[in-house]
């Protein structure tokens, strides 16, 4: 039986690869996406999401909107604040046709709290985007962090930052959300941190792939991830020339194939004070904290299973 999952984005290219795997993969079953600020307005991570299941004709899963700023922070609205930088990495309105569809009525905290008051199967959440969403379901619902068996966040890391030098931009866009995340007692969460996706970059060659398929996911995927490596070559060149990290999609990858990603079991938190450091991940590499660990945190990835799977994937052929 496929595995069910709720992706919880900004879409965003890479949320958008991201999507895209999750809807088209025969192991999942995307049940819903629900939407949060970050890359951009929450009301456009909602369009582009609808834009691109319909793209790929999933316009049955169904996305609900969710908070437009984070929990606590005002000065952190990205859509108003965004990190230039960050910014180019998702254009407003992504390059598939405008989409016919809605949103759905309900909130995303609405969904998410009432699906797994009713869930009689487990369902993976998979937030890649500030955790906004789940700090405010935490908070509402003293049973929501029993009631998810698997947390897989896109966030975070140890010897990286991309949105300043000591934080990555999930965990940065809503510190406070993330910290009551991590504290909160979940019974599993994996985290893909910058230091895991940077490890599994996707090249300009893999897009020609892509866009050859003659898919719609292929040719979107192509477009995609090929914004990315033009911003990369420009903004941060990486290791290979002419590549970029395709950060959610590998979030996906992992519940498809947990050898995609290399763990370590160790303890996280978030910095929420610091002038130089809010929003980093805290990870205790070598035990020097009180706290027993509560996370198993990617450090590398599988870079060839990976592009292969988004190649398998969008030829319809996984
Ligand atoms: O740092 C990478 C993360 O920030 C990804 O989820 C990307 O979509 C952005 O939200
Ligand atoms: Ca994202």
Redesign the pocket.
Known sequence: MARKLILDV?T????AVAVMLAALHPALDLIGCTTVN??IPVASCTDNTLRVLEHIGRGDIPVYEGLARPIVRSEFPISRKVNDR?GK??PGALPVPPTTLAKQNASAVEFLIETYRAATDPIALVP???LSNIAACIALDPKFVSLVPELVI??GAHALG??TPSA???IW?DPEAAASVFAAGFEKITLVT?DC?HRALITAAHCHALHALGTPAGQAAADFIGHRIAVHDDDQKQEIEHSTPV??ALAVGFLINPALITTRRLHVAVETHGELTVGRTVIDTHFRGSEAPNCDVAFDADATGFAELLLRTFAGKA
Do not use: C, Q
């Open positions: 900004d965003g290219t890479d949320d970050g890359n960050a990495y998702h890649v985007a500030p896109m966030g991309n949105v990555e931009f999930n866009g910058l996706t950060h959610d």
